[in-house]
């Protein structure tokens, strides 16, 4: 065995720091790994060359080609299609969406790259997470390690398993099948999703509610408790007119405090801030904003058919095309003494007055007809576009959110096509991954589907320095030879024991390199270590490989793992947050994937 | 189905026409018990009732705004009334401004020749022509100066009206058979709009009332259940109002919503 040298006890130091500062989290995990980025090369452990490959590596660009694409097809409603058929089975309870949104995604990364299928999935948890009211750190989480878990299922779902047909080939050793380790993937699933549903109020931070993002930058509160209510969707029966008077928009606002934001008009033109004098026919749709009991009112006594949750409208009242917003009369404004009637303000701006503020009182009833002061607050829901150029005729005060982006639903064609000319090019075409992904995402900019600036706006970058950051720390690992020592030492160390114990300190070892050096630099590493150990404990040296294959995805108790990085961002995760539910489940991956190995091969 | 309320003077024979009306049409009959139902649920003597329908506002009546609160109790209990029974014959003093705001309200005035009142006044109190004259000047003065105060109209103005009879070639029967054919017309009969509209009302004039003794020039309108108050500017301080309406409404039934309008104009209908 080669003798520890200074280089790599600087790195064992280095990694050492990394994790404490994980930890501690006196500065942010991106700028850790920024520090690595400075520090390694510094210390000469890596050249300055290698200090910043990550930021051009696969991995890395992929990320961002991905990201681009998840925010194309979220802007085009795409995301919000694929989310409704998993929602109408998952309902709205926490524990059947995890399950249903952590099946889709292992099955999706069961074929193509984890992060791939995190990223893509990305955008759809957060809107279900805004729809549903579910924190969204109680979603991503599972989902994440789901992804991770989902690569083992079949032999092409991550590079490891990849790789590790042609690392048995110098000792000629059998090949593994495609599906062989599908009954062990589905198992390391059923556990890892398993151990959220039973202990995850435990191993979760319990979040914060939905679309807090949203409340911080003040632009929409589609969720808090509100005394002008919530949006609800309603449709009317076939015989919603037969043998009664005309049923109009104001009506519904004079006999319920229902304002109507958005409605059908026949045969399917969708109106958005719709004319008080406009009818309501049958059988269409319409999105009211009111409290909830005077909603269910009027759908009782009405005749309507209230929704559980927006499905017509989902895109039209989302909070990227629309909203409310809370303008002040501004002092000189010539809206001043004049009442909404007189100035003829829906049928002007299109937009939705929905209350009007006064000192402590609020007005829902004929606030048409008060006339209006210094200081009046309006409440008003419209479309960005239509509340832009309110704000733009002046005598309001108020904020439009402006990182406000507009949904863009006729593009979804286009965005779709993109996403099928990349996996084309993975899946058919065997082209690189971040070639094939940068060729979707750029498409999608060329064809409109967003601007290149909201590609830019999309990408998050303390993931991309995360991830970019620690790959030289995998390479120091890796060049100075520390992670051989370290395997060494221990397979030395462990001795001559029984195959079940060989495995399960391989399975071990493998976890723990994959937490800090890359789980493709990881295999690479162990697997030929490990084949000669096995041989020599007389135990089946595939048995050997394939643990390593598998427990490289054992990455969950450190944000080091891409999913991990990718989701500690939106999910607002701490490192602790990943140690206490990735310590279980790591545990559980370890046993469930000993015990699979002895029922399938009697090892 | 109609609301019927029937104005007259003394001896106008307007009683008799009410009650030949709500029999032949089978739809309760309506006067002073109004005033027992509001003296009993406002706790309030009859006799001051009868006087604040009758009498015209003083000027210490002016000051306390006590006639109003009176006036505002027997309005409530007219307008529940109404609003409950859905049909009924209304006979006394300003049953059409007590009413006003409701469609299916079929407005009569009953008057009567001045000889044959003098007549009739001479053989009840047996008095001379000259001394029942002058009675009955004095009543049609009283009850002109009572409308003229709290409603700013002339009682004998037909334009108040749907149909004003006189009782002297036409006799009372054909007055009633009269009366009777109009109300069968289909704009006196309630549709559920009506209907709501009566409930509305009856709400409204139940929150006036119980606002009213503290704050005698408060307007209150209700639609559908959603009520709003419009009290004048400096009546309207702190939260005493607010604490006050929401106690008032949750003890009523059918009240949605609640507000507080200040300087807003009270739409028409509002009590």
Known sequence: MEPLTTEMILVMMMIGVAIFLFIVEWVRVDVVAILMMVVLPLLHLVTPKEAFIGLSSNAVVSIIAVIIIGAGLDRTGIINNLVTPVMKIAGKSASRVIIAISLTVAGISSFMQNIGAAALFLPAIQRISKMQNIPLSRLLMPIGFSAILGGTITLVGCSPLILLNDLLAPFNLAPFGLFDVTPIGLALVASGIACFILFGRWILPQGEDAGSDEKQSGSYDSQEVSDVGHLFELTTPEDFTHYRDPVLVRDLLERYLCNVVAITEPPDFKVISPDPEMEVHSGIDLVVYGKEEDVRRMAEEEGMILKDRLEIYKNEVDTSVSGRVEAVVAPRSYLIGKTLRELNFQDRFRVTPLAIYRQEETYRSEIHDIPLRVGDVISLFGTWKRLKSLQDAGGLLFNIPTETEYMRPEKAIWAGIWLVVSLTMIMGFKIQLSVALMTGALGMILSNVLTIDEAYQAVDWRTIFLLGGLIPLGIATEKTGTAAWIAHSVLNLIGNVSPIMLLSVIGILSTLFTLVISNVGATVLLVPLVVNMAMAANADPRMAALVVGLATSNSFMLPTHQVNALYMGPGRYRTVDFMKAGALVSVVFLVVMIVMIKLLYGV | ?271
């Open chain 2, 1 to 271: 189905m109609a609301i019927i309320t029937i104005s007259r003077g003394s001896y106008y024979m307007g009683k008799a026409v009410a009650e030949k009306v709500a029999e032949k049409l089978g739809y309760p009959l309506v006067s002073r018990d109004v005033l027992l139902e509001a003296s009993e649920r406002f706790r309030v003597p009859e006799i001051k009732l009868v006087r604040a329908i009758h009498d015209a506002p003083g000027i210490l009546d002016r000051l306390s705004h006590s006639k109003q609160s009176y006036i505002a109790y027997i309005r409530a209990a007219l307008a529940e009334r109404a609003a409950a029974e859905g049909k009924l014959v209304y006979h006394g003093l300003a049953g059409h401004l007590l009413l006003t705001g409701l469609e299916q309200v079929l407005k009569v005035r009953v008057t009567a020749d001045m000889q044959r009142r003098v007549a009739q006044e001479m053989e009840r109190s047996n008095i001379g022509a000259q001394k029942a004259r002058e009675i009955l000047l004095k009543d049609d003065l009283q009850r002109r100066r009572w409308t003229k105060a709290l409603y700013g109209v002339d009682p004998s103005d037909s334009s108040l009206y749907d149909l004003v009879v006189r009782i002297d070639k036409i006799t009372v029967d054909q007055a009633v058979d009269f009366i009777c054919e109009v109300a069968g017309n289909a704009c006196f009969q309630a549709t559920e709009k009506c209907r709501q509209k009566a409930r509305d009302f009856a709400l409204a004039c139940r929150v006036k009332a119980a606002l009213v003794e503290e704050w005698p020039n408060i307007r209150v309108a209700c639609h559908y259940g959603n009520v709003i108050v419009y009290p004048k500017e400096r009546e309207a301080k702190a939260g005493k109002l607010r604490k006050r309406l929401d106690q008032v409404c949750s003890a009523l039934e059918g009240i949605h919503n609640v507000e507080i309008h200040r300087a807003s104009q009270p739409p028409e209908d509002a009590v």
